[in-house]
């Protein structure tokens, strides 16, 4: 008779803890029990006696699954900031409104500073802007990519 996969979880329960105190996996381990158990599952429905004891296989599968999803896991907080973590911004920081946007536009034409001051200041989308001003999207656009390419000249670094 073939056994049941809860006979096996069951029986293998106190291999997955071991396995887990051996990696040092404190954090989540009710999240590495799953995953394991995920892993016992796979071998239990692909294993093939013929190749070898089902202990071993089971084994190799659930330390396996776990390691891959260590590095996963590493990775992932690698790459992404918590907001606890962040840098505090300095004060000095450009803060834009309509105030001491004059020392940063005085060159800009006045289409340019629409841009500005509609799409930055006020977060309106370029489709608002365009409606507003009567123009197309592209219109906006270009009034943009210059005042882009003005600010980044202008504006010392």
Not at 4 to 21: A, C, G, K, R
Not at 60 to 84: A, C, I, P, Q, Y
Not at 107 to 129: A, F, R
Request: charged content about 30%; glycine content about 4%; some cysteine.
């Amino acid at each position: 008779m073939k056994p049941t996969f809860e006979s096996v979880l069951d029986e293998y329960t106190p291999m997955i803890h071991h396995i887990i105190n051996t990696l040092n996996i404190y954090k989540d381990k009710e999240r590495y029990v799953h995953e394991a158990t995920i892993a016992l599952w796979e071998a239990f429905c692909l294993k093939d006696c013929s190749k070898g004891s089902f202990t071993s296989y089971a084994y190799s599968s659930m330390r396996g699954k776990l390691l891959n999803h260590l590095k996963k896991e590493v990775r992932w907080e690698d790459t992404h900031m918590f907001v606890d973590e962040l840098p505090e911004t300095s004060s000095d920081f450009f803060n834009p409104s309509v105030g001491n946007l004059e020392e940063y536009t005085c060159y800009l034409t006045e289409k340019q500073k629409k841009w500005v001051v509609e799409c930055i200041i006020k977060g309106k989308k370029l489709e608002e802007v365009a409606v507003q001003e009567g123009v197309t999207v592209s219109a906006v656009k270009s009034w943009r990519a210059e005042a882009l390419k003005k600010l980044r000249r202008e504006i010392p670094k």
